[in-house]
């Protein structure tokens, strides 16, 4: 297997409207940013991946743009931009930018010009089909986001795709003349000396041709269905990539992660086996469904260990020889991982940490989201308008206000599952607002932020932020640890995630315990032969004590001799 840097990297993502605001408006932007760049090298992140930072009318935060080659006037200008692009290159760290080319916004110029008249010769640019005799839609797909996934435009009589918001129109990939001003704006960042790229949706780019119905049991006339088979990891998806490739990608050094929801080992192995010149890795979901029951993830229902790790162990076995993965376990739009897979109460400490031994010692790339090095946990807010995401409110109106659903139901998976659980400012000290802004946050902080905060944190040196720290320096000292064969133990233990990593005859040994009982190890070879341990979540002293059982949620990695 090549040896190469983004294989080595660990990345922090910022969520820009959430880090730090500079100037007191309650928004996060640029110069925020640039104000804590000394906090993330002191982290050691390799890799800064920024969610979008472009024009934008934020119907959805940015994963709507309205201009691809400009800053959004809250985040800052250009220069902003310039200066954060050179103060994270002076400190060694690397610039991820969020490529967002599934769809525009609907005030994107070319969609203005698109909407303008079936002959314009931006029409192409979008996906645009017309009405059913009855006017009916030309598909039942539903939005990602809730109610259908078209909508009638008033001016030409058509109607636009939409796989998100209706504020987010699907771009055409069908047309060469878009793919080429895509690959075009692509440049014009690389040129710039942007490093890396993750791709919004980007399997979801290529549709089947006709855009047939869903079919799907009981489905009653004029109800909506998902429709995911036909524009996910769709026919031509694997062309298009190789030809961004050919184009742009290859002309530049530039890491790529590609986001793919509903995407197989078997078809990330297509997307991302070297040989394909596709892209580098991607970021499956599987892991991220374990808590969700039949109808999504709005349907609640509890997650195992048993499930959590058979799904993380097949994507460590399947791209074993060909492909990489990408490790996470939260970010923007899924809930914080310490609520979610560990305790968020007594244990909050120590499970983090023990979900952070998880993400930096399976095999692949693993990305940070902010505040997850500090164990911010998720927030249960009581009035459904302090949440400010599309999703929630698009889901509550169809399921409560138009689908007489019931509130406490809705709000209980809100406060599990919804986005804004990711998206409350960041937590830098325990003043006023927690040092976000000086003015009103655009989203409400977190409640804890006087108890869980960077400044606590700093001054801690049993805190999560420390631990990730040297977890993140293990890292570029051991080499195991990124390129080192996995291998599972105790397979059906209910509990334990155990394995082992193994590079030219040296052997590591992970214990995790993901409850909070004690759990007893039976694994009497390898504690045996236990040589001496890297890093654990508990004191050392402990650990020395009785190998054979783990304390609750306790994470061990350890050197195992011959
Ligand atoms: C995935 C992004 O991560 C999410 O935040 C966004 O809403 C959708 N794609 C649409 O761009």
Redesign the pocket.
């Known amino acids: 297997m090549n040896r190469t840097f983004w294989k080595e990297a660990v990345v922090y993502q910022i969520y820009p409207r959430s880090f730090q605001d500079s100037n007191g408006d309650g928004i996060g932007d640029l110069r925020g940013i640039i104000s804590r760049l000394d906090y993330l090298q002191e982290l050691g992140v390799d890799v800064v991946w920024l969610s979008p930072v472009y024009k934008s009318p934020n119907d ?2 940015g ?2 743009i309205s201009d691809y080659e400009d800053i959004m006037d809250e985040f800052g200008t250009l220069g902003d931009w310039e200066e954060l692009l050179n103060g994270l290159h002076t400190r060694g760290i690397k610039l991820m930018m969020d490529l ?1 080319i ?2 525009s916004s609907d005030e994107h110029a070319w969609f203005l010009e698109s909407r303008s008249s079936k002959d314009s010769p931006y029409r192409d640019y979008y996906i645009w089909r017309p009405a059913g005799p009855d006017g009916e839609m030309p598909n039942n797909w539903s939005s990602i986001f809730s109610g259908p996934a078209w909508e009638l435009d008033e001016k030409t009589g058509e109607y636009f795709l939409h796989l ?1 918001s209706r504020k ?1 129109p699907d771009l055409n990939w069908e047309n060469p003349k878009l793919r080429d001003a895509l690959y075009k704006m692509m440049a014009f960042w690389l040129d710039k000396g942007v490093d890396g790229l993750r791709m ?2 980007i399997n979801m780019i290529s549709k089947v041709e006709g855009l047939p119905s869903a079919h799907q049991e009981g489905l009653a006339p004029g109800e909506l269905a998902g429709g995911g088979e036909y524009y996910m990891n769709g026919p031509r998806v694997h062309e298009y990539l190789q030809e961004m490739n050919r184009k742009v990608l290859a002309k530049y050094d530039v890491m790529t992660v590609g ?1 793919t929801p509903g995407a197989t080992v078997e078809d990330a192995i297509l997307y991302t086996a070297e040989d394909r010149q596709e892209l580098q890795m991607v970021f499956q979901f599987e892991h991220m469904d374990v808590d969700s029951g039949p109808g999504g993830k709005w349907n609640v229902a509890p997650w195992t260990l048993t499930k959590l790790r058979d799904i993380l162990h097949k994507w460590q076995v399947g791209l074993a020889e060909q492909g990489w993965n990408s490790l996470y376990l939260n ?3 899924q809930p914080r991982m310490v609520s979610r897979f560990g305790d968020d109460g007594e244990y909050r400490v120590i499970s983090a940490k023990m979900l952070a031994t998880l993400l930096h010692t399976l095999k692949g790339t693993p990305y940070i989201y902010q505040g997850e090095e500090i164990g911010m946990t998720n927030v249960k807010f009581s009035r459904l308008e302090d949440y400010k995401d599309i ?1 929630i409110h698009n889901m509550y109106r169809e399921k409560v206000t138009e689908g007489g659903g019931d509130h406490d139901t809705i709000l209980n998976a809100i406060h599990s599952k919804g ?1 804004d659980n990711a998206r409350t400012p960041m937590q830098w000290d325990s003043s006023a607002n927690a040092g976000f802004t000086e003015g009103t946050p655009w989203l409400k902080l977190n409640p804890r932020y006087e108890e869980i905060n960077v400044e606590q944190a700093l001054a801690d040196p049993d805190s999560i932020f420390y631990y990730y720290q040297k977890l993140i320096r293990l890292r570029k000292e051991h080499p195991i640890m990124v390129y080192g064969d996995y291998e599972l133990l105790l397979p059906e233990h209910e509990n334990i995630y155990a394995y082992t990593r193994t590079l030219e005859g040296e052997r590591w040994l992970i214990l995790l315990n993901f409850c909070e009982t004690p759990q007893t190890v039976e694994l009497l070879d390898e504690l045996n032969a236990v040589t001496e341990t890297i890093i654990s979540n508990y004191p050392e002293e402990q650990a020395a004590m009785d190998r054979g059982t783990l304390r609750p949620y306790e994470a061990r990695v350890c050197r195992l001799g011959s």
């Open positions: 959805d935060n994963y709507d967002v599934n769809h998100f987010q919004d949706v986001e970010n923007h739009d999703e986005r």
